[in-house]
């Protein structure tokens, strides 16, 4: 063998390591620049060869909003058991649409960005956190909307609504977040995993009080019992009210009394320790996704 | 201290799966047939390359060469072994390595080249150099999908040498590309090689191999059957079987690699 001759200014100041990412999430937000051209191409690609295109994030919450509304408010009289029943449905979708597309994106993430992932080395998070800001965007203007139609209605928020928004906002971004990535690791092996999101979506939806009020399960016949115990334990429930917390409960005639029928004991101490046990589930998917990356190119 | 690419007793198993429904496996299940095979894409392979080297790794078809190179650039990882390199890596694993056929040429060369760790001044300042090299000319803001197989490949490439890396990972890239192509690539793997850049090279063609490389790894079905001096490489996997001009004949007829 001829002997190579080393010159040691080409020698990389760098310690020997194992090429590919390692550092998980946190590389994700090291990275911050690609994450913003991968979020960019997903808002492309998103509705690519559609005449609609963005419009399509609003017609679809609009139809399923009016949907609800005229069938749950008006002809089952959702209306007369909550007072503003608009909004108390409103708020309440725009942050499980957000949970959900975060989810199902996310779900789809690796699998559709399977180009990249068998090709470049590049932290794989990248791809479920893009869906996560991209589900953001598209949910922001609904929530000028839902802000819009707040204030028609006299919102007045104090220090504490603010509190509760952020809160639920936390929950459903890390919630969302971690299954997210949960999922898009195990849809690379069986692509069944989308199929169940669509089917857990549909029960999110009503497994929430935003298409009827808290009151009727608070009041019927699972109060007080185990099942109640279990509703409130969803964490997306918990979002959801603290969500109605803020935007809702000042447009009604007497909040005092709405938050006494209309929401659980200790809102903000049973959100803050949802909020704890997300942080820990999404630990603990981040460990899961370590796991399984190492297959992903191969099994794509 | 300077080792750019270790590589200990690395191997890669992959598993074909015979059946994936649930149908599919209570069926094998009853029949006892096997539910699913194994082969080994990379045994047992150790080598260590210096800064600067440049390796050209050959080896028939299903070898496990590009196996190899992917654990180095750290797409797949090892069963068990270990892969360490030192420094930034580039380069290009298969032919349009991993762009997006939504996106324009434009966007592609941007996301591309953040992959590969550029930064947005970085990308700017050297785009002209890599729409240059790449020669796409109008087809800029098309959408890649658009795009033949060997504009495809030069772009790629263009945005790959033109990162800053320590090492060079190359992919038989040039088995698409025409002749012109083919010179340039040559050419600028060259100058990577004389950067003191470390050069890692898959290839079929003999002739490249020797212009290129002053070492020859040969995998034959994942297992490292040769190391050594170049010519010693060619001759070990008898590619050199009918005399020293032959390959070129070939290369000639079937338009290959030069």
Redesign the interface.
């Known amino acids: 063998m001829t002997t190579h001759v080393v010159d040691p200014d080409r020698v990389p100041d760098a310690p020997l390591v194992s090429p590919g990412s390692s550092g998980g999430l946190l590389d994700v937000f090291r990275r911050r620049y690609l994450l913003r051209l991968l979020v960019q191409k997903e808002l492309k690609a998103r509705y690519q060869g559609s005449v609609l295109g963005l419009l399509w994030s609003y017609v679809k919450p609009a139809v399923r909003f009016s949907m609800y509304f005229v069938v749950m408010g008006i002809i089952l009289e959702m209306d007369k058991r909550a007072e503003n029943f608009a909004i108390h449905l409103f708020s309440g979708m725009v942050f499980v649409h957000y949970f959900t597309e975060t989810f199902a994106s996310g779900t789809r993430s690796i699998v559709k960005n399977k180009a990249l992932v068998q090709k470049m080395s590049l932290p794989r998070e990248m791809f479920p956190v893009a869906a996560m800001l991209v589900s953001a965007y598209h949910t922001l203007p609904q929530l000028l909307i839902l802000t819009g139609g707040a204030m028609l209605t006299g919102w007045s928020p104090d220090g504490l609504a603010f509190a509760a928004g952020v809160l639920g906002f936390s929950i459903i971004a890390v919630f969302g977040m971690a299954l997210a990535l949960l999922f898009s690791a195990a849809n690379v092996f069986f692509r069944d995993f989308q199929n169940i999101v669509e089917t857990f979506s549909i029960f999110v939806t009503w497994s929430v009080p935003m298409i009827y009020p808290f009151a009727l399960v608070k009041n019927g016949a699972f109060g007080g019992t185990w099942v109640e115990t279990l509703y409130l334990a969803n964490p997306i429930a918990e979002a959801v009210l603290l969500v109605q917390r803020c935007f809702w409960v000042s447009t009604t005639s007497d909040p005092e009394q709405t938050l006494a029928t209309n929401f659980p004991d200790d809102l903000f101490v049973r959100g803050l320790v949802i909020l704890g046990i997300c942080v820990v589930f999404l630990g603990i998917a981040q460990w899961a996704f370590t796991k399984l990356e190492g297959k992903f190119a191969e099994r794509l | 201290?300077?080792?750019?690419i270790?590589v200990r007793n690395v191997t890669k198993r992959?598993t074909m799966r015979y059946h994936r429904t649930i149908k599919q496996m209570t069926v094998a299940a009853v029949r006892r047939q096997q539910l699913s095979d194994s082969f080994l894409a990379v045994n047992d392979v150790s080598f260590t390359v210096?800064?600067?080297?440049s390796i050209g790794l050959m080896g028939l078809n299903g070898s496990g060469k590009s196996t190899l190179l992917?654990l180095?650039?750290?797409?797949?990882?090892p069963d068990s072994g270990?892969?360490?390199?030192?420094?930034?890596?580039a380069g290009l694993?298969?032919t349009g390595?991993?762009?997006?056929?939504?996106?324009t040429g434009r966007?592609n060369i941007?996301?591309?080249a953040?992959?590969?760790g550029m930064?947005?001044a970085e990308t700017k300042r050297k785009f002209d150099q890599i729409i240059d090299f790449a020669s796409v000319g109008k087809f800029l803001d098309t959408p890649v999908g658009h795009y033949s197989s060997g504009m495809f490949a030069r772009l790629g490439f263009a945005v790959a040498v033109h990162a800053d890396s320590?090492i060079f990972l190359v992919d038989e890239v040039l088995a698409v590309g025409d002749r012109p192509f083919k010179k340039k690539c040559l050419q600028r793997m060259q100058e990577v090689k004389a950067?003191?850049?470390t050069l890692f090279y898959v290839s079929h063609s003999p002739g490249s191999v020797r212009k290129m490389c002053?070492?020859a790894l040969v995998l034959e079905n994942g297992v490292l059957g040769f190391?050594?001096?170049v010519a010693d490489g060619i001759h070990y996997l008898k590619y050199d079987d009918d005399g020293p001009n032959s390959e070129d004949d070939i290369d000639d007829q079937m338009g290959a690699d030069i």
Do not use: C
Not at chain 2, 50 to 53: D, I, K, N, V
Not at chain 2, 72 to 77: A, D, L, R
Not at chain 2, 97 to 103: C, D, K, N, S
């Open positions: 201290m300077t080792e750019s270790v992959f210096e800064q600067g080297e992917k180095i650039s750290g797409v797949m990882k270990s892969v360490q390199t030192r420094g930034r890596i694993i298969a390595a991993g762009f997006h056929p939504q996106l966007e941007y996301l591309n953040a992959i590969l930064s947005e320590d950067e003191g850049r002053d070492r190391d050594g001096p």
